[in-house]
Every structure is written in structure tokens, then in C-alpha cells.
């Protein structure tokens, strides 16, 4: 059974940082592209960035391009999503999803205010 779980969201002041986790079951996660999507609230799902398969090949959404960096951990079978200089804009649900399935999981919420 696929499996993603999302975490590492909260609360954070403007221009501070956070990082997300998103654990995988079900398949191994170096043979396959991932990408993080997020959801404002009120707004449809918004591309972040995307992770290739193999050689950890990363492009991003203009929006965050130079603030975040997402990478994996092959051994733990996770994604990560590392966010600095975060703007009250950032504030959204963000889910971790398959790129040929979009299996994704339920997300985490991160709220960027002061």
C-alpha cells in the first residue's frame, strides 16, 4: 500500500524557516520523480518544485525559486522540503505527491504570520 505522510509544518514568523517532511511507504522513493504542491486557502493546488528521479535534478516554482530546496534521503525514504525567508504568502497546506500517480498524502498546514 502507497503511503505519504507529510510533516513539519506550524507556525512561523515572516522570514523564517522550516522544514517539511514526507515519508514513503510502498515504493522506493529514488525511482521515481516527487513534487511538493501546496494549497492556499481559498486557491487551487500550486506547483512548488519537483525532484527527478536518480539524480536529484530540483526545479521550482518562480514563487520560491532561491528559498526553497527540496532533497531526499534515500535511506529513510523521505522527502524534504526546506523553506526559508518564508512571506506571509507562503501560508498553505503542502502535500508531498507522486508525479506519474499524484498519490500524494494529507498534508501539512504552515502558516507564515506575526
Known amino acids: 500500500e502507497v503511503q505519504l505522510v507529510e510533516s513539519g509544518g506550524g507556525l512561523v514568523q515572516p522570514g523564517g524557516s522550516l522544514r517539511l517532511s514526507c515519508a514513503v511507504s510502498?515504493?522506493?522513493?529514488?525511482?521515481?520523480?516527487m513534487s511538493w504542491v501546496r494549497q492556499a486557502p481559498g486557491k487551487g493546488l500550486e506547483w512548488v518544485g519537483t525532484?527527478?528521479?536518480?539524480?536529484?535534478?530540483?526545479i521550482y516554482a518562480d514563487s520560491v525559486k532561491g528559498r526553497f530546496t527540496i532533497s531526499r534521503d534515500n535511506g529513510k525514504n523521505t522527502l524534504y522540503l526546506k523553506m526559508n525567508s518564508l512571506e506571509p504568502e507562503d501560508t498553505a497546506v503542502y502535500y508531498c505527491?507522486?508525479?506519474?500517480?499524484?498519490?500524494r498524502g494529507k498534508g501539512t498546514q504552515v502558516t507564515v504570520s506575526s
Open positions: 525532484i527527478n528521479s536518480g539524480r536529484d535534478f530540483t
Open positions: 505527491r507522486e508525479v506519474s500517480t499524484w498519490a
Open positions: 510502498g515504493f522506493t522513493l529514488i525511482v521515481v520523480a
